[in-house]
């Protein structure tokens, strides 16, 4: 084919779509109407529907998602859709009954199930604040943070007006596409939440593609599941998160367990928590996350939330987290780009069991060395911390910590670790400094069936290696200084001036003795891997394995071989969906499993793949992943390397590709 016919095929093409996307974008859409979405050609390789919208609002995208079975896509056009002004589902509009200048909410006419409002927004209508709910009663919620904010008071007095809503779109268990045309393309602003999928018995849905931003995040990506069976598959990629206020709400909140990937995101905020996983179902009695801690630990599995290959930047705001976990919560940070990050799970107390399990490797990490200057808060549970490239901190350790030594705020499980209580193993002594030890759920304990362990609870040390402050920590090659990652005395013993002391109740290898039996609860383990340790499949397989989930994978086309480098196998997808990065395959990148080419396509094939087929406006005229040969071969490559080309001029996402 000629140089000028290839130009004329791809100007048409584009030409063509972007009309198309134009026309579309433009669209009246009455609510519950057709005329919110139109069918389109879908990739000859996905079964399904493919759904584009006519109007980036919420009530468009809803009418979409609510026609929709498994394996169909809906595919959003370029555009801006401002959702702050968008009606929202109320889901109960009552009043507040109980007292005055309360934190929690009363209303003694319901009768609602323990826990079923988690995740949702509360609003108080007369004082105008609101917050994300962490526990509800039969008649009571409580929230996130214990506290309203945005508004006049902040609390509850008698005859406040409340309402509970479902803010943005929603679906329950369906395995559906949502693709938007690419970051900075697809733009969705507003606060609150966005996207709300409750998870039960399926979790293999897609979200990719897009820009959300606003003010305060609070729970853009709500995903639930309320069963005691685990559900996962999910896969949130190429979605840029951009929020102005400096809060310690969540951009996704994870509740029950459920498990996936989060993959080449990225946040340009304050602050906030990047992934809050509470494993608590709704069915599992008065203590929540104990489903979660009586299955199997299975570190480096794919029982966890996977965040990888994402750019998190947290500006000058007063908490960067990275994460949140209670109550058997599971997660895995890997080959990420991060800047102040902090790491934490939260310790039994309550009626809430401790965070399970936490395994951060390959990142590279920057502090400003001011505020929340920590690595980390670690309270509970087990997990790895290795090959990470560390810089900036001026306290630039994990705290370990148990509050249950002698915090009164977190009481219950039978009062503080002093040796008394059941819940706990007993197994130190009043000599030692540590006569309830090992404390339930502490740092260094796994998994077990007992819904009551005590002793049962059996040791699983959390282990560091490998990680300081050289390149060479974070790529396993050249030099690497290794320094400690787990520290007992930084800043948040709750004791002072004590005994007891949490020092004594977390002994930390090879800095302090152990406890009774030669057992520590962490190892600093300089440069020797933990034994019998290996990380999870990378790319993880819900990016690379279409056998596995063919809803969340990459159907790219083979990269040809590019200058000095091999052949790539089916490229990873790009910026949400459209054609990714062309240029050479190589064996450059971190290609792990097959198909996990590093940059993809070389010689005009298509290198990386669209959004279900569609290109990268969305509009379904051409799949970047069709077979090579002939016209379609071709006019696929076009459409590839175009989309490639606006993308590189749109964003930087792949900082490690």
């Known amino acids: 084919m000629s140089k000028l016919l290839r130009n004329a095929m ?73 959702w702050s002004q968008d009606p929202h589902t109320i889901l109960i ?38 917050c994300m709910i962490e526990s509800n009663t039969s008649t009571t919620m409580t929230c996130q943070w214990g506290a309203l904010s945005g508004g006049a008071e902040n609390r509850w007095d008698a005859g406040d007006a409340y309402e509970v809503k479902n803010v943005g779109v929603s679906w329950t268990d369906k395995n559906i596409r949502l693709m938007g045309a690419g970051i900075g393309q697809t733009t969705l602003v507003g606060d609150g939440t966005k996207f709300s999928v409750h998870a039960e018995t399926k ?75 509470y494993g608590y179902t709704e069915k599992e009695g008065a203590y929540s996350g104990t489903t979660s801690w009586s299955l199997p630990l299975d570190l480096g599995g794919p029982t966890a939330i996977y965040v990888e290959d994402s750019t998190i930047h947290y500006g000058s705001g007063w908490f960067p987290g990275m994460n949140d976990s209670w109550s058997g919560g599971r997660l895995v940070f890997r080959y990420n780009q991060l800047t102040r990050p902090v790491f934490q799970t939260h310790g039994a107390r309550g009626n809430m069991r401790g965070g399970l399990k936490l395994e951060i490797y390959g990142n590279t990490m920057t502090s400003d060395g001011v505020q929340w200057d920590r690595l980390g808060e670690i309270r509970s549970g087990t997990g790895v911390f290795f090959n990470n490239t560390i810089n900036g901190y001026q306290h630039p350790f994990a705290d370990l910590d148990v509050p249950r030594v002698c915090d009164t705020g977190a009481s219950n499980f039978g009062g503080w670790c002093d040796g008394t209580s059941p819940w706990d193993g ?68 709750k004791c002072d001036p004590g005994p007891p002391h949490t020092s004594d109740y977390v002994r930390v290898s090879p800095a302090q003795a152990p406890h009774a039996g030669d057992v520590f609860d962490a190892v600093n383990n300089g440069l020797t891997p933990k034994p019998g340790y290996a ?32 052949a ?90």
Not at 216 to 228: E, I, Y
Not at 231 to 260: M, P, Q
């Open 10 to 82: 791809r100007s048409s093409i584009l030409l063509l779509c972007t009309l198309a996307v134009s026309r579309s974008a433009q669209a009246a859409c009455p609510s519950t109407s057709a005329d919110c979405f139109t069918v389109v050609p879908c990739d000859p390789g996905l079964a399904g529907t493919c759904r584009l919208v006519t109007a980036l609002t919420s009530a468009a995208i809803q009418d979409a998602v609510n026609v929709s079975a498994d394996g169909d896509s809906i595919l959003l056009p370029s555009g801006i859709g401002d």
């Open 93 to 130: 509009a009552s009043t507040h009954n109980g007292g005055n200048g309360e934190m929690t909410l009363t209303d003694t006419t319901k009768s609602w199930v323990t826990d079923q409002w988690v995740g949702e927004t509360l609003y108080n209508k007369t004082d105008g604040s609101s």
């Open 203 to 277: 979790a293999s849905f897609r979200i990719s593609g897009m820009t959300l931003s606003g003010g305060t995040p609070g729970s853009v990506l709500s995903f639930k599941n309320g069963n005691n069976t685990p559900t996962s598959g999910f896969r949130v990629d190429h979605v840029h998160f951009a929020y102005t206020e400096d809060t310690a709400t969540d951009y996704f909140f994870v509740n029950g367990l459920i498990y996936g990937v989060i993959d080449h995101c990225s946040v340009e905020a304050p602050g906030g928590i990047l992934v809050q996983h």
């Open 426 to 493: 007993n197994l130190g002594a009043s000599s030692t400094g540590d006569p309830g030890w090992p404390c339930l759920d502490m740092p260094g304990r796994g998994t077990t069936a007992s819904a009551m362990p005590g002793a049962a609870q059996p040791s699983e040390p959390y282990y560091a290696w490998r990680n300081g402050p050289e390149a060479g920590c974070q790529s396993g090659v050249g030099t690497c200084t290794p320094q400690d990652v787990f520290d007992t005395n930084g800043g948040y013993e």
């Open 535 to 566: 990380p999870y499949t990378y790319p993880h397989p819900l990016i690379t394995d279409c056998s596995l989930n063919p809803v969340t994978c990459d159907r790219g086309a083979a990269g040809a071989a590019g200058a000095g480098g091999s």
């Open 568 to 657: 790539g196998a089916a490229g990873a997808s790009g910026s949400g969906g459209a054609a990714g990065q062309a240029g050479a395959a190589g064996a450059a990148g971190k290609a792990g499993a097959a198909g996990g080419a590093g940059n993809a396509g070389a010689a005009g094939a298509a290198g990386q793949s669209g959004p279900s087929g569609s290109d990268s406006d969305g509009c379904g005229c051409f799949a970047a992943g069709r077979s090579a040969g002939g016209v379609g071969a071709a006019l696929a490559a076009i459409a590839a390397i175009a989309a490639w080309r606006r993308r590189r001029r749109a964003d930087q996402m792949n900082p490690q590709a």
